[in-house]
């Protein structure tokens, strides 16, 4: 991998990104996951509690879903493997360990390479594990309370080799692997809401010198914090290393992050594994996954984003399509809500989906177009998500049809477009634009050279109507038209074709 030097030192960068799994259920309890707006401990079962007697049961659901994330990262599934027990205490952890794949994960030695990048990144191995309880505490009181209902929720751990050489293919890998886990519906990577976290190992070294110590900032919950962390650390260790003289080393501890201030500060002493004395889970035994199994799970996958992107290029780059065009579709499904347990929901189309469906029998140019700047744009101005629920790919069709045949100009079909999204109904579209009146009234296919096409009757009376800006058209100031069209699109209502009423002015003004 090629190396990047930041005054003289060579960054070294690797992370570990926890997961949560998007199931209906917890990794080794029956108990529901929870949601941000459920009251405390309303979320746990025993199990979750750590009571006595209660034993783990792993959920397939969990499973499944955490090989969807192996074969996209393009992991080595290992058949056999096994859960280990981290030991240590802390009160948000009922059981004094948490469970997790330490010694034998389940798939390991992936390679990812992020479109952004375009660097190969190693994927050293993926790891199942509990996530722990959530601790709330005051700081006035010195008191902390404890809330269940994230206790025992499925982890994924990510670990990468150190392949990163700045904070911005750091953000970006963290950025793609959002968009590839919601892609599979493995998990909906929300930062802000705690389903993704990242740990991330910072070192410096002088080139041509062994690796330097490496120090870990955990439990990054934002992208914007993840590059100031390490932009943070890179700088705080060229410091020590180059005030401290040539035999000083930088101290190998576990750090936070500071949102405040935006620095890192010292939590303890980095631990290694025997500080942790793992020891297999004796509840759990051997994960054995059949070729069967695993190949089911392989056939069931959801397409890759890499795969979509390439397929929409190869489609619809002859129409006009651009780059820029599928990326805004990509990034709308990269963000949208996903269902539980991997499952693929009929009725939620996506905004890919939604632009293919508009486009049979259609130019996907024009449908794009339409997608993008009107329908998109109308969402903004309203303040509405993108939900392709507003207007059903049916509805979206015939609007798009009436524009085509001309049935309602373009500056109507927007304002039709409107009222579609802030009163959502079953009537049929031409109906609705009829009962708007905005429909086209005069015969867009009518002879402009004709005494009887209704539009020239107008050009006619705009002539009339504004003597001095014809005089100044025939004097050479074209710009004195848009004037002119827009005394036509008033006394049409907008009714009327544009181009087609500057050709019948132009025809009439030659004359």
Aim: net charge neutral.
């Amino acid at each position: 991998m090629s190396r990047w030097l930041v005054d003289g030192w060579q960054v070294i960068i690797g992370i570990e990104t926890h997961v949560q799994i998007k199931s209906s259920q917890k990794l080794f309890s029956r108990a529901p996951t929870s949601l941000l707006n459920d009251a405390p401990n309303t979320r746990y079962n025993a199990f979750d509690a750590a009571l006595p007697g209660t034993l783990p049961r792993l959920n397939r659901k969990c499973l499944d879903l955490a090989l969807r994330a192996a074969f996209a990262l393009g992991c080595s599934v290992n058949k056999r493997s096994s859960f280990d027990r981290k030991h240590y205490f802390y009160f948000d952890q009922p059981t004094g360990y948490q469970i997790t794949q330490h010694y034998s994960p389940f798939a390991v030695n992936g390679q990812y390479t992020s479109p952004k990048i375009g660097l190969p990144i190693r994927i050293k191995q993926i790891q199942l594990e509990q996530d722990t309880a959530k601790s709330i505490t005051n700081a006035r009181t010195r008191t902390a309370l404890i809330d269940l209902n994230r206790a025992g929720a499925g982890l994924l751990e990510i670990v990468t080799e150190p392949d990163f050489r700045t904070a911005g293919q750091a953000a970006e890998y963290v950025r793609s692997l959002q968009e590839l886990l919601r892609a599979v519906g493995v998990s909906d990577g929300n930062m802000e809401a705690g389903s993704l976290r990242c740990d991330v190992n910072v070192s410096i070294n002088r080139p041509g010198e062994p690796p330097g110590t490496r120090t870990e900032v955990k439990n990054i919950n934002s992208m914007k914090f993840m590059v100031a962390a390490i932009e943070y650390e890179i700088q705080r260790q060229k410091t020590i290393l180059e005030t401290m003289g040539p035999k000083q080393k930088v101290p190998q501890e576990t750090r936070g992050f500071n949102s405040e201030t935006w620095k890192t500060f010292r939590l303890r002493s980095k631990e290694d594994a025997p500080d942790y004395r793992y020891m297999p889970d004796p509840n759990l035994g051997v994960l054995v996954l059949s070729e069967q199994h695993i190949e089911a799970v392989r056939r069931e996958m959801p397409p890759l984003p890499d795969a979509t992107r390439l397929r929409l290029k190869q489609t619809y780059s002859s129409s006009g399509v651009t780059e820029r065009n599928i990326d805004v579709l990509m990034n709308l499904d990269a963000v949208r809500d996903i269902a539980y347990d991997g499952v693929v929901e009929d009725t939620v189309v996506g905004a890919v989906a939604y632009f293919e469906l508009c486009s049979q029998g259609r130019d996907p140019k024009f449908v794009m177009d339409w997608i993008i700047q009107n329908f998109l744009g109308q969402l903004f101005a309203l303040g509405k998500p993108f939900s392709t629920e507003y207007i059903p790919v049916a509805q979206m069709g015939d609007l798009l049809d009436l524009i085509t045949t001309k049935q309602i100009t373009r500056p109507s079909a927007k304002l039709l477009l409107k009222h579609m999204l802030i009163s959502p109904s079953d009537i049929p579209v031409k109906q609705l634009a009829e009962k708007m009146d905005v429909l086209s009234s005069v015969d867009e296919h009518s002879n402009s050279s004709s005494n009887d096409d209704p539009l020239r009757d107008v050009c006619i009376r705009a002539m009339d109507a504004l003597p001095s800006e014809i005089a100044a058209i025939q004097a050479g100031n074209e710009n004195v038209m848009n004037k002119v069209i827009g005394w036509i699109m008033r006394q049409t209502k907008g009714k009327v074709d544009v181009i087609r009423a500057k050709d019948i002015l132009k025809q009439l003004l030659s004359r």
